[in-house]
């Protein structure tokens, strides 16, 4: 067992898609930044790999604006958190002003809901679902124990969390993500929806301490 992490980043505000696959050739995606669905489904053909489903951690534009376009290109699922539902499908309510960039979202309908609890199978490898809401109130991450991967889309970047100066973010929740993740070994690597990845012991300095 082994699971792979391949980044494709895209948009304005260089958001990342991760493609983690097994040694078998199944797979799942986690976010769909815009401009990355073709690049995405071109790697699944050169790589040989079967996508079982697409994740979005958060219904924030820049997370799932190809997620569309991946799902007609591969037929496959997309699963989001219950309360991310209205916000996909309303797209404007996941709007927040980014300098020079004129988004027209379209609407995204999920096919699956994912919850605190629930697992993703890549293969025959597990991924917990963590629920993470504060940079948003729907926001989930991904967790695999043994493999120490958590992928935590806007929670915990190098130096600091995820911003709260965005519409429905909540301080209160962030710091109980936090502590939640915080809870997790130090060598757990964190790939993160911007930028480098991280480890949580390289993050200990400003985590919430268990
Ligand atoms: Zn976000």
């Not at 199978?121 to 991924?127: K, M, N, P, S, W």
């Amino acid at each position: 067992m082994g699971l792979r992490i391949r980044t494709f980043t895209g948009g304005p505000l260089a958001t990342h898609a991760f493609l983690v696959s097994d040694d078998d050739g199944r797979s799942i995606v986690v976010d769909v930044p815009p401009g990355t669905a073709g690049e995405i489904a071109s790697a699944l053909r050169m790589y040989g790999l079967t996508l079982d489903r697409i994740v979005i951690t958060h219904p924030h534009w820049d997370h799932f604006a190809d997620a569309g376009a991946l799902r007609d290109a591969t037929g496959v699922p997309i699963a989001a958190h219950p309360d991310a539902t209205p916000r996909l499908q309303n797209a404007r309510t996941s709007l927040f002003p980014v300098d020079g960039v004129d988004f027209s979202p379209a609407s995204l309908v999920p096919d699956q809901s994912i919850d605190e609890g629930d697992q993703v199978q890549v293969g025959q490898t597990r991924l917990r679902v963590l629920f993470t809401p504060g940079h948003e109130p729907s926001h989930i991450a991904l967790y695999q124990p043994d493999e120490g991967i958590l992928i935590s889309g806007d929670v915990i970047f190098p130096g600091g969390h995820g911003t709260l100066d965005v519409p429905g973010a909540d301080p209160a929740a962030m710091d109980r993500s936090l502590r939640k993740l915080a809870a997790l070994p130090d060598a757990v690597i964190v790939y993160n929806g911007h930028g480098d990845p991280t480890t949580l012991s390289a993050e200990r300095d400003w985590l919430p301490a268990i």
